[in-house]
């Protein structure tokens, strides 16, 4: 594409040393910068790419869009924020390839993974082909091994080609996971949402966004951005609600469902077991049963939004129930990896997630047996959620064993402290602590009974221990299989 046509509608503030030169690729990582390639400047939160112009020119950079002047002769687009810009750069290089699409935006702080597959799901046996993108990767279809993702949503470049390809190979429907990050860094810019939907608000990521009031504002935009005639679900359960709703622009339908409040789809007569959650469906003019492999309430959620989400796109009862009962669990996701005793591995790995989680182990927990919980919390992230963890880990379960979880910069002992603020007590016989994870889950076998359930929480899928000095593979799955097996 000539650079002409590129920066066509593009708000930019100065154009120097210009002229119209063909540009084959988009980047923002000097190293992997290709010839051809305009190299974007992106100020981020640890580094500054306009200090790497001069390694992006060398690798064949032919322009720049930047904030700043820099010193070289190739053209140059200055622009307000690169950060917020790149992705108008990115959707009109891969010709809005979202304008094809019917593309279906999930955010929430817990059930975005979960709720992308049961939509796919429902999506495919209708014979619609569905593509996926999220916390596990993109999928071309939910036979299709995950390919590797490093964001939840990815950098727009990657997000924009990625569309592309999923129109080129003629899969017309997009299921996508959008975090709070991405909607406030503008790496969904461009897209054009056909539904947009909400599992639920709570605390998460406040290292990023600071305030509650803030992380809403992030997530709004998702809702915001909808034109009419596109779909809203909405959670009426949820505490922001009211907030979501308002801010939906008129004319854009909205679709609500829940347990609690009166909503378009609700789950009543909720009964839990090993083998899964069944409740009743009910709609505004009839009641229909389903009987989940999926557990816990917060699963029951996920499926009344599944189910949301196929009415909005009148994909009948008839597809979607059947289709929800048959599915199993999504990988690290109350997924079951031994039965004697029950361990579950989750990737609860926020107050509200590790609560939602306990709350369905026990559920589940004969009376004579003991519920046993197994967490830690990241490195570098929210620290105010640390001792509330720990308050629901004693409140929910009978035995807690206190661990790392990804530690990264910080010493694992600080914030294995931080978690040990929020207990009312350190009862030896209750709450326990070994910061390495391997030995935590040896020792959860140790102080536990073949009778009992035990819930690893907090790295479910994740393949892997991020510490100070490198990443190492560690797997909670693999882990337990060996310990308990």
């Known amino acids: 594409m000539e650079l002409d046509k590129l920066i066509e509608n593009i708000d930019f503030l100065d154009r ?3 002229k119209n030169v063909e540009i084959t690729g988009i980047s923002y990582n000097s190293k992997t910068t290709q010839k051809g390639d305009i190299f974007v400047c992106l100020r981020g939160e640890y580094t500054d790419g306009h200090k790497y112009f001069k390694m992006a020119e060398e690798n064949g950079a032919v322009a720049f869009v930047c904030e700043e002047e820099l010193e070289t002769n190739l053209p140059q687009i200055i622009v307000k924020s690169t950060r ?7 959707s009109k290089f891969y010709e809005n390839p979202s304008k094809d699409l019917n593309i279906i935006g999930i955010t929430g702080t817990n059930g975005k993974t979960t709720v992308s597959h049961l939509v796919q799901k429902i999506f495919e046996e ?25 964001h939840t949503t990815p950098q727009a470049p990657e997000l924009q080609k990625l569309l ?3 129109d080129e190979k003629n899969i017309k429907n997009v299921c996508m996971e959008v975090s709070s990050h991405a909607l406030d860094q503008n790496r969904v810019g461009g897209i054009d949402y056909k539904c947009a939907v909400i599992t639920n608000l709570t605390q998460d990521h406040l290292d990023y966004h600071i305030l509650m009031e803030n992380y809403f504002e992030a997530k709004a935009i998702l809702f915001k951005g909808l034109k009419a005639n596109c779909y809203a679900v909405l959670n009426a359960d949820d505490e922001y609600y009211e907030k979501f709703r308002a801010v939906i622009p008129k004319g854009v339908k909205i679709l609500t469902y829940g347990i609690k409040k009166q909503a378009d789809l609700m789950a009543e007569n909720i009964e839990y077991s090993i083998h899964g959650a069944k409740f009743d469906l009910k709609t505004n ?11 816990g309430a917060f699963s029951v959620y996920n499926t009344l939004c599944a189910l949301a989400v196929a009415v909005a796109y009148n994909i009948p009862y008839e597809i979607s129930i059947p289709t929800l009962n048959n599915v199993k669990n999504v990988a690290g996701r109350f997924e079951i990896v031994n039965k004697t005793p029950l361990v579950i591995v989750d990737y609860a790995h926020t107050p509200d997630g590790l609560e939602n989680v306990l709350k369905a182990a026990r559920e589940i927990t004969p009376k004579d047996s003991k519920l046993i919980c197994l967490f830690g919390c990241g490195g570098d992230r929210d620290t105010t959620k640390r001792p509330k963890m720990g308050a629901i880990a004693e409140k929910f379960a009978d035995k807690v064993v206190i661990t790392s979880d990804n530690p990264r910069s910080e010493n694992p002992n600080q914030i294995i402290s931080d978690i040990v603020a929020g207990l009312k007590s350190i009862n030896p016989d209750k709450i326990f602590v070994e910061a390495d994870r391997g030995k935590a889950i040896e020792l959860t076998k140790s102080v536990s009974t073949e009778k009992d359930v035990i819930v690893l929480a907090g790295k479910g899928h994740e393949d892997y ?7 190492i593979h560690f797997d909670d799955r693999e882990e337990a299989r060996k310990v308990f097996g």
Do not use: M, P, W
């Not at 221990?465 to 990443?471: C, G, R, V, W």
């Open 84 to 90: 917020h810009q790149i992705a108008d750069f990115a």
């Open 465 to 471: 221990q991020i510490l100070a000095d490198e990443t």
């Open 285 to 295: 003019d009839k009641i229909y049963k389903l009987d989940l492999n999926l557990n």
């Open 16 to 18: 120097i040393n210009y």
């Open 126 to 150: 209708n014979n619609q082909k569905c593509g996926l993108i999220g916390t596990l990767g993109h999928k071309f279809s939910s036979d299709d091994t995950y390919h590797d993702a490093k």
């Open 164 to 166: 592309r390809t999923f």
